[in-house]
């Protein structure tokens, strides 16, 4: 066996075993569920929940964004470049710096958003009883909250479900990208280097799916397939990525991915904006520790994004 393709097998382990244990914790531990939890306990847990909440957004914005936007900007210069030397100068050079000045990336990203913005709208609009008459009260502290904070009221648990669905599959689709991006390295000190990044970071991140699966209800046996399916995502990936070779992007592959990553970076954003900030800040107590917890885990997301 080559030691790149020993190295790649090891990966594919890795990532598959870490991704386990890390979603896995806080649904097998009680101690991680905030409904049974009072006082101290209670303080702790919804400060880990904003620290788990920073990560998301800072996998949002320093991963899923930033890799959705380079990926798209580059295949689209390579699409031009290849429309170019086709119309071999048909078409002044100003219409295509036009064309290439255009944010498509921040376009798919948007679109990603809006995507998810309407089938929410489209599940409320096609079952309007199940937002009504449900009282959104979340006890903190032994007192029970209802839309006292400025951020307005807690979103509708009837939301819960598909946002998490959403969160799964947005992440699933990442997962798959960045498993992807280590099968295709040339070398093993970059497949090791990438790795160890990306387990640095999915490691987090797994760990806030699995608490904010437990922490919206869900019934353990369907956390624990949720977990283990986004578990196989970087593996298939990196599975991909040993079937194909470094430059093999023929037939709009590239592209491809690039615009279903956008997509997913879009879904991502719209679930960490309306689901799960709003979650983690709707409590009026000790709003600058949650900054804190918030902003650490934007942090290390960030630091770790000098190597992702």
Same mark, same amino acid.
């Given at each position: #066996?080559?030691?790149?393709?020993?190295?790649?097998?090891?990966?594919?382990?890795? *990532?598959?075993?870490?991704?386990?244990?890390?979603?896995?914790?806080?649904?097998?531990?009680?101690?991680?569920?905030?409904?049974? /939890?009072?006082?101290?306990?209670?303080? $702790?847990?919804?400060?880990?929940?904003?620290?788990?909440?920073?990560?998301?957004?800072?996998?949002?914005?320093?991963?899923?964004?930033?890799?959705?936007?380079?990926?798209?900007?580059?295949?689209?210069?390579?699409?031009? #470049?290849?429309?170019?030397?086709?119309?071999?100068?048909?078409?002044?050079?100003?219409?295509?710096?036009?064309?290439?000045?255009?944010?498509?990336?921040?376009?798919?990203?948007?679109?990603?958003?809006?995507?998810?913005?309407?089938?929410?709208?489209?599940?409320?609009?096609?079952?309007?009883?199940?937002?009504?008459?449900?009282?959104?009260?979340?006890?903190?502290?032994?007192?029970? @909250?209802?839309?006292?904070?400025?951020?307005?009221?807690?979103?509708?648990?009837?939301?819960?479900?598909?946002?998490?669905?959403?969160?799964?599959?947005?992440?699933?689709?990442?997962? $798959?990208?960045?498993?992807?991006? $280590?099968? *295709?390295?040339?070398?093993?000190?970059?497949?090791?280097?990438?790795?160890?990044?990306?387990? /640095?970071?999915?490691?987090?991140? @797994?760990?806030?799916?699995?608490?904010?699966? @437990?922490?919206?209800?869900?019934?353990?046996?369907?956390?624990?397939?949720?977990?283990?399916?986004?578990?196989?995502?970087?593996?298939?990936?990196?599975?991909?990525?040993?079937?194909?070779?470094?430059?093999?992007?023929?037939?709009?592959?590239?592209?491809?991915?690039? @615009?279903?990553?956008?997509?997913?970076?879009?879904?991502?954003?719209?679930?960490?904006?309306?689901?799960?900030?709003?979650?983690? *800040?709707?409590?009026?107590?000790?709003?600058? /520790?949650?900054?804190?917890?918030?902003?650490?885990?934007?942090?290390? #997301?960030?630091?770790?994004?000098?190597?992702?």
């Amino acid at each position: #066996m080559e030691p790149l393709l020993g190295v790649k097998i090891g990966c594919v382990f890795a *990532l598959l075993v870490l991704t386990l244990i890390c979603g896995l914790i806080p649904i097998c531990f009680k101690w991680f569920q905030l409904d049974a /939890a009072t006082g101290r306990h209670r303080r $702790v847990l919804s400060l880990l929940g904003c620290t788990s909440a920073g990560v998301f957004l800072g996998a949002g914005f320093m991963h899923m964004t930033a890799d959705a936007l380079e990926g798209i900007e580059s295949e689209i210069q390579k699409f031009m #470049m290849q429309n170019r030397t086709k119309r071999e100068g048909s078409v002044s050079d100003d219409a295509d710096s036009a064309q290439m000045e255009y944010p498509y990336g921040e376009l798919i990203i948007s679109l990603g958003f809006f995507f998810v913005f309407l089938l929410e709208s489209l599940a409320l609009q096609c079952y309007p009883g199940a937002a009504e008459g449900v009282a959104v009260q979340e006890e903190w502290d032994g007192a029970h @909250v209802l839309g006292l904070h400025s951020h307005g009221p807690l979103p509708s648990p009837s939301k819960g479900p598909l946002r998490a669905l959403v969160l799964l599959l947005s992440l699933s689709f990442h997962s $798959v990208f960045e498993g992807l991006a $280590v099968g *295709l390295q040339p070398t093993v000190a970059a497949t090791v280097q990438l790795c160890l990044a990306v387990l /640095a970071h999915k490691g987090l991140i @797994v760990f806030g799916v699995g608490l904010r699966l @437990v922490q919206i209800g869900s019934g353990s046996r369907w956390a624990t397939l949720s977990i283990l399916s986004l578990a196989l995502m970087s593996p298939l990936g990196l599975v991909l990525g040993l079937a194909v070779t470094q430059g093999d992007s023929k037939g709009g592959r590239g592209l491809t991915q690039a @615009v279903l990553e956008g997509v997913a970076a879009g879904t991502f954003l719209y679930v960490t904006f309306l689901e799960i900030l709003p979650r983690e *800040l709707a409590g009026p107590e000790a709003p600058l /520790a949650k900054w804190g917890c918030v902003a650490a885990g934007f942090a290390f #997301m960030a630091i770790i994004a000098l190597w992702a």
